[in-house]
């Protein structure tokens, strides 16, 4: 199993815009669409990582919870589906039925939303302010697949309360461990 660190992208900067379909609703959903009150989530995964089955009903509990405090989420999946097949739409749409996402799904088929955020691995979380400037980015918490640390989300959940509070972000922000992004041949790394 691969354990790619995520890009710690320069803090402040824009919400890079998009428009993918969503699996569940088949509805075109952009970033402004998605946008919370508060803030916004914008994380990339996919349906066979072992980093993200690890995390995912920890993820879908948090934004359960964030979601009626005005933070708005989306997952996007970016994987090269010729190569990875368990990754198609249709495979996501079941993915997301199952785990009970209650947030869009999103297949970034050209993989040009992922190369706008530098998105590098799954699970990756990009964490915007209401303004759409990026105040949070890397992991969801400590725990990973095999060091029997509880997936409590501690990291993700410390960025959003202050989020929520209007407090800037001081907690140390570590990057996020995953498999990489499953990149098309022709626009590998």
């Given at each position: 199993?691969?354990?790619?660190?995520?890009?710690?992208?320069?803090?402040?900067?824009?919400?890079?815009?998009?428009?993918?379909?969503?699996?569940?609703?088949?509805?075109?959903?952009?970033?402004?669409?998605?946008?919370?009150?508060?803030?916004?989530v914008v994380m990339?995964?996919c349906?066979?990582?072992?980093?993200?089955?690890?995390?995912?009903?920890?993820?879908?509990?948090?934004?359960?919870?964030?979601?009626?405090k005005?933070?708005?989420?989306?997952?996007?999946?970016?994987?090269?589906?010729?190569?990875?097949?368990?990754?198609s739409p249709?495979?996501?749409?079941?993915?997301?039925?199952?785990?009970?996402?209650?947030?869009?799904?999103?297949?970034?088929?050209?993989?040009?939303?992922?190369?706008?955020?530098?998105?590098a691995?799954?699970?990756?979380?990009?964490?915007?302010?209401?303004?759409?400037?990026?105040?949070?980015?890397?992991?969801?918490?400590?725990?990973r697949?095999g060091?029997?640390?509880?997936?409590?989300?501690?990291?993700?959940k410390?960025?959003?309360?202050?989020?929520?509070?209007?407090?800037?972000?001081?907690?140390?922000q570590?990057?996020?461990?995953?498999?990489?992004?499953k990149?098309?041949?022709?626009?590998?790394?």
């Amino acid at each position: 199993m691969a354990r790619i660190e995520s890009t710690m992208v320069p803090l402040g900067t824009r919400a890079p815009q998009f428009e993918l379909v969503d699996c569940l609703t088949d509805q075109l959903i952009s970033f402004s669409t998605i946008a919370g009150e508060k803030g916004t989530v914008v994380m990339f995964i996919c349906n066979h990582c072992p980093f993200v089955l690890h995390t995912i009903a920890g993820i879908v509990s948090l934004a359960k919870e964030y979601r009626s405090k005005g933070i708005g989420f989306i997952a996007i999946n970016s994987n090269d589906i010729e190569q990875y097949p368990a990754d198609s739409p249709d495979n996501m749409k079941n993915f997301a039925s199952s785990e009970g996402f209650t947030f869009p799904y999103v297949f970034d088929e050209t993989q040009e939303v992922a190369h706008s955020y530098s998105a590098a691995c799954t699970p990756d979380f990009f964490v915007f302010d209401h303004h759409h400037h990026l105040v949070y980015r890397g992991q969801l918490d400590d725990s990973r697949p095999g060091n029997d640390l509880p997936v409590n989300g501690h990291s993700l959940k410390s960025a959003l309360e202050c989020i929520i509070r209007n407090e800037e972000i001081t907690l140390d922000q570590k990057p996020s461990i995953g498999c990489n992004i499953k990149w098309k041949p022709e626009i590998a790394h």
